[in-house]
């Protein structure tokens, strides 16, 4: 018996949209848009300012405090406004040593844009997508962009075109969020804020839901991953998770390691020693995994290790198994504590197989370059 159940509260940018959006009231969509030296948080961030609530951070201080005084008094105008582009020096101004400056974009998002709920529908289908917004306002407007499609509308039939194709070589080199100016009817073009959304490419599968477990769901939520928790007893998990959590109630929990793609990050941590060696073979066997760590000391590794070997998974193999699992160096042995370790550990590796595949698609596109002469 299996049993899926989704959070009951949704985290992200988009989620806070779609929320709103459903309670019928306006909100403003503060964007990081662009960036220059040092500064908290990268283009791409958002933030979500309602009269009353505020979801997300574009990095906290000062700079926060005036952007949603600024997002506030948007939704409390007479007349809505489109959107506004803004330029914050972090100095002396604004109270942060940063020194850095940010582009911020406050865009009014009611009730009646249809936008929220195509791309909360896109991105429910598990498709990439590019929104493609003005972020001088010369020009009105929002596009949605995905490798096959294209929907909303700047205005312009020849901005579009140029729009589209920059948004599919975005997808296609995996770019992150930034702006650019794009040729158009006018001109100098005008300057569009495309910003990729993707699927997490951090999937976490975590087996058992004990006192580790769930303070590693508390840490994860605030990190771009999706996690698939995994036990047999309903009654362990708290009546609501993260929104970047789903609960899989199963007694057939080895089928949840056969269904994760690859790449998958498998954490093992059941009330029970004969699961967590069952789940230990099964992930083994099937490989493909970015990273698999069980719970435990070294003699528990040290007596798992000669039950599988005996059961015929190498040795080679089994020196994927990290266990104990967390970086070195920290000793106690608090959940929270634990827990801190083993998403340290979990972001290192995330870092190394980014840093691995940056590394050899570069010297792949050079290699192809030289074959071309």
Not at 187 to 198: H, N, Q, S, T, V
């Amino acid at each position: 018996m299996t049993v899926e159940r989704e959070s009951s509260s949704m985290g992200g940018w988009l989620d806070a949209l779609v929320r709103v959006r459903a309670s019928g009231a306006p909100a403003t969509l503060v964007s990081v848009v662009s960036t220059k030296g040092s500064v908290p948080r990268g283009a791409g961030t958002r933030m979500v300012v309602t009269p009353d609530t505020v979801d997300g951070t574009i990095g906290g201080g000062h700079l926060e405090f005036s952007a949603i005084g600024i997002a506030r008094d948007m939704l409390s105008a007479t007349r809505a406004t489109a959107g506004e582009l803004r330029r914050f020096p972090l100095g002396a101004s604004l109270g942060q040593c940063c020194g850095g400056v940010v582009s911020l974009l406050f865009e009014r998002v009611d009730a009646d844009q249809d936008w929220v709920a195509t791309l909360a529908a896109l991105r429910e289908n598990g498709t990439e997508v590019v929104v493609a917004t003005p972020s001088d306002r010369a020009v009105r407007g929002r596009m949605l962009i995905t490798a096959d499609t294209a929907s909303g509308s700047l205005g312009d039939a020849h901005l579009e075109t140029n729009v589209v194709a920059a948004a599919r070589r975005l997808l296609v080199d995996r770019a992150g969020a930034h702006q650019q100016r794009v040729a158009s009817g006018e001109a100098k073009g005008e300057l569009i804020f495309l910003d990729p959304l993707r699927a997490p490419e951090f999937p976490i599968f975590l087996f058992g839901a004990g006192h580790v477990a769930r303070a590693l769901v508390g840490l994860l939520s605030g990190i771009a991953c999706r996690v698939t928790w995994v036990d047999a007893r309903e009654s362990e998990f708290p009546v609501s998770v993260p929104g970047n959590v789903t609960v899989v109630v199963t007694d057939t929990p080895e089928a949840e390691v056969t269904a994760a793609p690859e790449g998958a990050y498998f954490l093992v941590m059941t009330h029970s020693h004969p699961l967590d060696q069952a789940l230990a073979e099964a992930i083994l066997r099937r490989g493909g995994f970015a990273y698999f760590g069980l719970i435990g000391s070294m003699s528990k590794r040290a007596q798992f290790e000669r039950r599988m070997s005996a059961r015929g998974i190498a040795a080679a193999r089994l020196s994927e198994m990290t266990s104990p699992i967390g970086v070195p160096g920290i000793t106690g042995k608090e959940p929270t504590t634990i827990a801190i370790a083993v998403v340290a550990q979990l972001l290192q590796v995330k870092e190394r197989r980014a840093l691995a595949q940056r590394t050899g698609t570069a010297e792949a596109l050079h290699a192809q370059r030289e074959r071309r002469g």
